[in-house]
């Protein structure tokens, strides 16, 4: 299900978008603020932002700044009340990827959200960066400052899922449920086991490993390292 995160100040338009949005088949958060906004953006790999420009606390294109300086290439569909040409011009070399004006109707938003994504699904690059590593997601391979890595299947399913979830702590229920045909047996280390074998592998001797462990939480490999 494709994530989205609506960030907009006024409840008048924030509520009916959240409520048509999860009523379309999206699974829909929201903030009312542009702090809030950042962080949970910042937090959550979501797939789309609907991003109001005149947001309290911090500003929508200095949001879409933070965010693209960052790092994140998720779609962004500002909202404004400006139409203007410099507006817009202002918009997109911010980062946006699409501009709706004020007012507009549910089901322009609803298309130009739905375009954005297809868009999204056909750009989407097949190879994936982290720190030393690269992860080509069609031929499945992983190399480490160029030289090949040997991985067994699972561990490479683990490394792929653990760099398309950066950022965000990852359970070990949540590997053994991505990864594993059946679930673990309670208390068993079968993730923790081949977290530790995939670390051999993956990490360069004297640095920090990429995967680091969250006492009670799970793994992360944590943004920045692109």
Do not use: H
Request: glycine share 8%.
């Amino acid at each position: 299900m494709m994530r989205l995160l609506v960030i907009e100040d006024s409840p008048e338009l924030r509520n009916p978008l959240v409520a048509g949005l999860t009523k379309s088949g999206y699974a829909v958060e929201q903030a009312s603020d542009g702090k809030t906004g950042l962080w949970m953006a910042q937090g959550t790999p979501f797939d789309l932002i609907v991003l109001d420009i005149m947001l309290p606390g911090l500003d929508g294109l200095s949001l879409l700044r933070k965010l693209r300086d960052g790092g994140s290439e998720g779609r962004v569909l500002l909202l404004t009340a400006k139409d203007t040409v410099l507006d817009r011009i202002a918009g997109l070399r911010s980062g946006a990827d699409d501009y709706l004006v004020k007012p507009f109707s549910f089901d322009e938003l609803l298309a130009r959200v739905e375009a954005l994504l297809r868009r999204g699904r056909e750009t989407l690059s097949s190879v994936l960066r982290v720190g030393p590593l690269t992860i080509d997601l069609m031929a499945k391979t992983v190399t480490r400052e160029g030289v090949a890595v040997l991985l067994a299947p699972r561990e490479y399913s683990i490394i792929e899922f653990l760099v398309r979830q950066r950022g965000k702590v990852v359970s070990r229920a949540e590997i053994e449920s991505q990864v594993y045909d059946a679930q673990a047996e309670p208390m068993s280390n079968v993730v923790d086991s081949a977290i530790c074998a995939l670390r051999r592998k993956i990490d360069t001797p004297d640095r920090e490993s990429l995967i680091q462990t969250r006492r009670g939480q799970g793994y992360i490999i944590a943004r920045g390292l692109e």
